[in-house]
């Protein structure tokens, strides 16, 4: 009864204090707003005719132009009498005081600035008497209703404060001091001031916002303790002290990116908010202010004092829900948000202030496993994105962190297998997919990433206990395996088996690096070089006739080729390709859909493992290079084999040239290799086939696309293509070598001297198809020039087809998205014929791009860079050639200026043109003279 009367004198006081009553120059008789009432729930009135409806839009909006009623009406609507007055409902009653309050809002807006000094102060004393003051109870007053009262009061605020609003502050501070309602209210005024200058209010001149943001600091000593004191005293037991302790919280949510982190600690908002954290009501703000506070970045000084929550990590942990039953509502969001405090502690603060000896490490590492261990598959993301970069933190291995290495990587074995979103939830696990995903495809996207995230933690802690790891992926493998056999079919055992494969692979991925390291080498170096010897040997073993078996062994035996470098391992090479060569070999004609998909991913990995064992071969490989060529020849030879499969193979014998010890064995292999594959260039069907535009175009079947291409011009594609293929991996997978005979993948550009070096320095380069090259350079210029002239617009070709050739390249460059399905067959071949000519053109230019590494023949460099061959070139052309060709020439010119003077004429003739075509597109887009003034140029001189 005290607190009572003591507050309604309080009340009273504040009234006397603030002039309670509206100004009397706006206290009118409100007989004259019925209408207006009328006009707003016509408007409100879903039942009426729409001629009734557009004759109270006019009223309202006479009302609005009317600078003698507008204020006026708009208090009296906007006060809660007026449902008394009316007799209305509550819903109606809410809609016309809204109305109330736009047009006011309205007013203030639109008439400020020509409102005198008196009625500026009196909507001031409005905005802090009637408008605050003259309300329902905040439990009964609709939300709507309090944000319109604190835009309304923000907008004066924004016109008036601090210049000619000094008291604000220290008003609405002593005006919270009233009762709850009053004290949410100036809350909400706080929240939307700081809303709009931070971020919200895009109107706010610039000026204007830096003034109301100093004012806001300037603010903060008086605010940050008054805030402090309503979260301390915040109560959840009834409906007011609830909505003051949400209103505080949502202000500290948008003043936190201005407050300091030494105020944030002064004033203990972090112990604060932990408490809160354990009201249910209140803990989804809360949560949302400490994860704001540990984002915070800046001087590693200024925020210290952030890490006093590491100890505390585990009682955060703690405050984990437990889901039972059907998932949903607070609890899941609850559970995400307290996540994101979590990481955000790692990610922000654990690592900037990173030390193995960092105090409440422990602690944080405890509570973040217990976190990884969550049902929720985003929560395990967040968690794993935590330890990614913990784990690549230096001397991690050395740091209280090691003790979680095991249990983390026996997570990582229950995660790695995909989940599958079922209707029927039966666990936890189940439950959150069905509240996390709403269908299989946003599943399967998401579990992509997460899964290349795990792998990855798996080999960072394989590198640091690679014994360990080795042997918990091989376990994880042999149960796989065991149940695989048991069940082949079951979809099931194949995607654990598949799971257990890529586990199994990234912790040979980990361990690897540490074998190889010899400077200290590891300790036990020679157990894991033996023990991957022995998983290399158990890879080998599995015979089980499935296709799925066969592209896993294939993933685990790419990725311990290093183990044959040592010694004890080289015997098993033989046995890895005879595996290799009879997955290449595997039959291409299964008997359903799901198996040929298979087939083609087993032969495709086949190859592109046999590239890479030949780009980067083990050192036992040189012994039996003859092996693999007659077995590569053997493949090749065998009919129905795919164009793919001849590609990838031909890369990888000319790529395994790059082993042999010197240049000449190099020299005599790539010339007996290529001797067969460059043979076609002289047969009698390729010699046809480029003899002209005409023949090109009969020949490949560019004529016409109304029925399917014919065996022979499947045959000739095939021929252009591997020939050209051919000439391409010549000079793209054969590696330069240095005066020392030894292989130079990337030389630097300093040293790009030309063949055997130069007189101005530099150690220059030995290609080892350098004599080839001259031999099949002829032949690529013939197709460089015949493809050049074919997709010129005035070819003599005129068939409507090869012009809508043209027409399909631009428009499938400007269609992002390409639909394979919706496509009929013509427009399939079509779109392949675009695709084979691009490729051929993209190949020529890149064989041509060879020739200038090879400066000691000039005149063939000046032969490729014919400038009549460039102007004939459309403008996307002209670009892939100045790209590929050009641009080499100028990079790859010799620096002997004896070798460098029959190119000059070619340099100055291409500089001519090149300057000649940009001026003209430039004459093109700036045909006012007066830009030329721009440049320094005289009207009269725009050619010049």
């Avoid at 010699?687 to 499947?714: C, H, I, K, N, R």
Wanted: aromatic letters at 6%.
């Amino acid at each position: 009864i005290i607190y009572d009367l003591f507050s309604i004198v309080v009340f009273l006081w504040v009234a006397l204090l603030l002039d309670y009553r509206a100004p009397k120059s706006m206290q009118q008789d409100t007989t004259p707003f019925l209408p207006v009432a009328q006009a707003v729930l016509t408007m409100q009135n879903l039942g009426v005719s729409s001629g009734e409806r557009r004759a109270a839009t006019e009223y309202l909006e006479n009302i609005k132009s009317s600078s003698k009623d507008c204020e006026a009406a708009a208090l009296w609507l906007s006060s809660p009498s007026i449902t008394q007055i009316l007799g209305l409902d509550a819903k109606l009653a809410g809609a016309l005081r809204l109305s109330g309050l736009n047009l006011l809002e309205h007013c203030v807006k639109t008439r400020w600035n020509v409102y005198g000094a008196e009625q500026k102060e009196n909507m001031k004393k409005l905005a802090l008497g009637q408008l605050l003051m003259d309300t329902l109870p905040i439990e009964n007053e609709p939300v709507f209703i309090q944000q319109k009262i604190g835009s309304l009061v923000v907008e004066m605020v924004k016109r008036e404060w601090p210049q000619q609003w000094p008291s604000l502050i220290g008003s609405l501070i002593s005006l919270s001091a009233v009762d709850e309602t009053r004290c949410t209210l100036v809350l909400i005024v706080f929240q939307v001031l700081i809303e709009d200058v931070t971020e919200f209010d895009e109107r706010l001149p610039v000026e204007r916002r830096r003034e109301l943001r100093m004012a806001i600091n300037a603010c903060l000593p008086t605010l940050l303790p008054a805030l402090h004191s309503f979260l301390a005293a915040g109560r959840t037991d009834s409906p007011r002290a609830k909505a003051v302790l949400l209103a505080g919280l949502k202000v500290l949510i948008a003043l936190l990116p201005l407050v300091p982190v030494s105020s944030i600690l002064e004033h203990q908002f972090i112990d604060r908010l932990g408490l809160l954290l354990t009201d249910v009501t209140v803990r989804g703000p809360a949560c949302d202010c400490l994860a704001l506070i540990f984002d915070r970045k800046g001087p590693k000084d200024e925020r210290d004092g952030l890490l006093c929550i590491l100890p505390q990590s585990e009682r955060l942990v703690a405050l984990m829900p437990v889901v039972e039953g059907r998932v949903g509502g607070d609890d899941a969001e609850f559970a995400k948000k307290l996540a994101t405090v979590l990481v955000n502690i790692g990610l922000v603060q654990v690592v900037a202030f990173w030390s193995p000896k960092l105090a409440g490490l422990e602690q944080y590492a405890r509570a973040l496993l217990q976190l990884t261990r969550h049902p929720s598959l985003p929560i395990v993301h967040n968690c794993m994105t935590v330890w990614d970069h913990l784990l690549r933190c230096d001397g991690a291995h050395k740091s209280p962190l090691l003790a979680f290495f095991e249990p983390l990587l026996t997570l990582c074995v229950e995660r790695v297998r995909k989940p599958v979103l079922v209707a029927v939830p039966s666990d936890a696990a189940s439950e959150h997919l069905r509240f996390d995903f709403t269908s299989k495809r946003e599943l399967n996207d998401f579990f992509s990433i997460f899964r290349n995230q795990l792998l990855t933690i798996v080999r960072l802690i394989s590198r640091a206990m690679p014994v360990a790891s080795i042997g918990l992926g091989v376990q994880f493998f042999v149960a796989a395996l065991q149940q695989l056999q048991a069940a082949p079919d079951a979809s099931v055992a194949r995607q654990l088996f598949e799971s257990a494969t890529v586990f199994m692979q990234s912790t040979f991925e980990g361990s690897l690096p540490v074998v190889a390291a010899h400077d200290p080498p590891h300790p036990d170096r020679a157990a894991i070089i033996g023990q991957l010897g022995k998983c290399l040997e158990g890879v080998l073993s599995v015979a089980l006739p499935l296709k799925l078996v066969m592209g896993c062994k294939l993933r685990l035996l790419e990725a311990l080729m290093p183990v044959l470098d040592h010694a004890d391992h080289a015997k098993y090479l033989l046995a890895v390709l005879e595996f290799l060569f009879s997955c290449i070999d595997l039959d291409e004609r299964p008997s359903d859909a799901a198996s040929a998909r298979e087939g083609v991913a087993v032969r495709r990995a086949a190859g592109e493992m046999l590239v890479l064992a030949c780009r980067r071969p083990p050192r036992c490989m040189l012994d039996h290079l003859n092996t693999v060529v007659a077995k590569a020849t053997q493949s090749m030879a065998r009919s129905g084999i795919a164009d793919s499969m001849r590609r990838l193979i031909l890369e990888a014998l000319i790529s395994a040239g790059n082993s042999m010890p010197t240049l000449a064995a190099h020299q005599d292999y790539l010339g007996q290799l290529l001797n067969e594959h460059l043979a076609p260039l002289l047969s009698p069907a390729y010699t046809a086939l480029v003899q002209s535009e005409t023949s090109f175009v009969m020949g490949l079947g560019l004529f016409s696309f109304t029925q399917p291409p014919s065996a022979d011009v499947v045959a000739l594609r095939s021929l252009l293509q591997n020939v050209t293929y051919t000439c391409n991996f010549l000079v793209k997978r054969t590696d330069p070598r240095n005066a020392a005979n030894a292989t130079v993948t990337e030389p630097s550009i300093t040293r790009r001297s030309g063949l055997g070096g130069c007189a101005a320095g530099g150690d220059g380069y030995f290609h080892a198809y350098a004599r080839i090259f001259h031999e099949i350079l002829p032949y690529i210029l013939g197709l460089t020039g015949l493809l050049h002239r074919l997709w010129l617009p005035g070819t003599p070709m005129s068939d409507v087809r090869v012009r809508d050739l043209r027409a399909c390249e631009i428009a499938g460059l400007l269609n992002e998205e390409h639909d394979a399905d919706s496509m009929s067959a013509q427009d399939k071949e079509v779109d392949g014929a675009i695709m084979l000519l691009s490729f051929l053109r993209d190949s020529c230019y890149t064989v041509l791009a060879a020739a200038f590494r090879l400066t000691s023949d000039t005149s063939l460099c000046a032969s490729v860079l014919m400038v009549d061959q460039m102007s004939q070139l459309q403008l996307r052309h002209q670009r892939l050639f100045f790209k590929h060709v050009v641009a080499n020439a100028l990079l790859y010119a010799p620096r002997d200026m004896n070798q460098f003077a029959p190119l000059i004429p070619t340099f100055a003739s291409l500089y001519s043109y090149f300057c000649g075509l940009l001026v003209s597109v430039w004459q093109l887009q700036a045909t006012d003279t007066s830009l030329l003034t721009v440049f320094g140029a005289e009207a009269g001189a725009g050619a010049g």
